[in-house]
Structures are given as structure tokens and as C-alpha cells.
């Protein structure tokens, strides 16, 4: 199956006005990645199909396209100086910051399959579980493909996702099956609110964060969709709050509003 210029551009636009995505220089990907979606779907050529997803006639397809398009490839404690810096510079000081209320909020945003919102909640979970009163320690998990979501909140992991967590860590939060994969327990489950949501949408939370996590992301997006989203990611931060990004990701220097502080985090000062 060939796809045309013409419908290469139609639907390089639409994906990016609509979802942020950046396909200019993504066809031959698009072509290999998409073709047999199409084929199970009853397309013979990419005309038809273009026509309908610009047209709005298979919203159904909208999510798997995006999905087949983009990689969801993801491990516990991944890019692991973050969790690092989250667990000796972060968590002392929403400490300081809540004491009051003992209330976090805290965002995973394009949470992929949920190991990044997991991890999170691990490190969230052993540090305030010190304190003699309970606090609040659930995250907000988003993403936009609901195939994503769905492995998310019914989770089935392999023991390499797990290797980089400690010992200790993969016994208490995780269940062995017996096909030798793992399922997280109940109580890291309850922990996390996975929810949907395009990060091209207005962001408006009931209440500002404390910490973001955006990581590998925004690598698919052009310069001026990453620095608008940044830019609604700041008006949500509260003062004093922070942003991760993935190390493979930079920020722009002239526009991004939050000050950069180590490879990859930057704050709200």
C-alpha cells in the first residue's frame, strides 16, 4: 500500500492540530506501521482511509493509529537519577510543604502501560509510610490511548521490567503469577487514578501540582507544540513545584518559564 503526498500531508496535519504529533518527516513509518491496521480494517489503499479519519467517520481508529505510530516503551524506575533526585531533594520537601494537610498531587502525564506512575507511587509509599499519620500519596496517571490505560489498570508485567527495582521492592508491591509474570498488589493499585486525557486539551485539574512527570513525550512533538504545553504545564505547577522531563528531551532556553536545575528537572521558582 503507497501512501500519496497528498494524503501524507492531510493527515500529518490532522494528527498534529488535533493530538501534537509531528509526522513531517514520519512516512515511510507511517507506511509500514499502519498498513496492516488498514488491511483488518477493510482499507485497500491510504486515500480511503485518510478521508475518513479527517472526515471524523472512524474516531474508533483515531487511538490505534496513535498508538502504532508512537512507542510505548517503558521499565520500573527508568532513567533511575530522577527517582533519585524525587526521593533526597522532592519528597523532604512536599513534607515541609504539607504538613498540614498531608495531601500530594502529583502528575504522571502519558503514563504508557504504568510503570512510571508505579514507580512513583513506590517511592511515595516508602517514604511517608515513616510518619505515624496517614497521608495522601495517590497520583494522577494520564494518558491518551485508552489500550495503554487498560494495560495500566489491569497490569501484567515481566520479571526484566521489574530488575531494576530492589528486592525487597518487587516482594512487597508485586504478586508472581504462574506464567512467571507479575501483577501489582492491591495497594499500589489503589494508589493511582489513571484517567484519559490529550495533552493538547486545556489543563484544568481541580487543583495544581506539586510535580509533573512528562517524560518521552514530548519527542514527538515540533518546537512550538512542546513550548505551548510547557507553558500550560507551568500554569498548572504550584510555586515551588517541578517538572521531569526524559534526558533525551530539552526545553527551550529562551522560552521555557521554569528555571533548570539538573539534566532533565527544572522548577517553578
Known amino acids: 500500500m503507497e501512501l500519496c503526498e497528498e494524503d501524507f500531508i492531510r493527515l500529518s496535519r490532522y494528527v498534529k492540530q488535533n493530538y501534537g504529533i509531528d509526522l513531517s ?4 513509518l507511517i507506511t509500514s506501521r499502519l498498513t496492516k491496521m488498514l488491511l483488518e480494517n477493510g482499507y485497500r489503499d491510504f486515500h480511503c482511509y485518510v478521508e475518513d479519519i479527517t472526515a471524523g467517520r ?19 524506575q527508568r532513567e533511575r537519577e530522577h527517582f533519585v533526585y524525587l526521593n533526597k531533594t ?28 508505579y514507580t512513583i507511587s513506590m517511592y511515595l509509599l516508602e517514604y511517608f509510610s515513616k510518619f505515624p499519620v496517614k ?13 495503554m490505560l487498560e494495560q495500566a489498570q489491569n497490569p501484567v508485567y515481566t520479571e526484566d521490567s521489574l ?23 492491591q495497594e ?16 484544568q485539574f481541580q487543583r495544581p501540582f506539586d510535580l509533573i512527570f512528562c517524560r518521552n513525550v514530548m519527542i514527538y512533538f515540533d518546537q512550538g507544540t512542546k513550548d505551548r504545553l510547557v507553558k500550560r504545564f ?36
Open 25 to 28: 518527516k514520519k512516512k515511510q
Open 58 to 76: 472512524r474516531p474508533d481508529l483515531i487511538l490505534p493509529t496513535l498508538s502504532r505510530i508512537t512507542t510505548n516503551y517503558t521499565y520500573f
Open 90 to 117: 522532592v519528597l523532604p520537601e512536599l513534607e515541609k510543604r504539607h504538613h498540614t494537610d498531608r495531601c500530594l498531587s502529583i502528575w504522571s502525564a502519558g503514563c504508557s502501560s504504568g510503570e512510571e506512575p
Open 135 to 147: 497521608w495522601d500519596t495517590r497520583i494522577l496517571a494520564t494518558d491518551i490511548s485508552d489500550e
Open 163 to 185: 530488575s531494576a527495582l530492589p528486592e525487597q521492592w518487587r516482594n512487597r508491591y508485586f504478586t508472581r503469577r504462574a506464567d512467571g509474570t507479575y501483577t501489582v498488589t
Open 188 to 203: 499500589l493499585r489503589q494508589n493511582v487514578i489513571f484517567r484519559r486525557f490529550n495533552l493538547m486539551d486545556p489543563i
Open 234 to 269: 507551568y500554569h498548572a505547577t504550584v510555586p515551588g513545584g517541578y517538572l521531569f522531563i526524559g534526558h533525551s528531551e530539552s526545553l527551550s532556553k529562551t522560552d521555557c518559564p521554569y528555571q533548570y536545575l539538573v539534566p532533565a528537572i527544572y522548577k517553578k521558582m
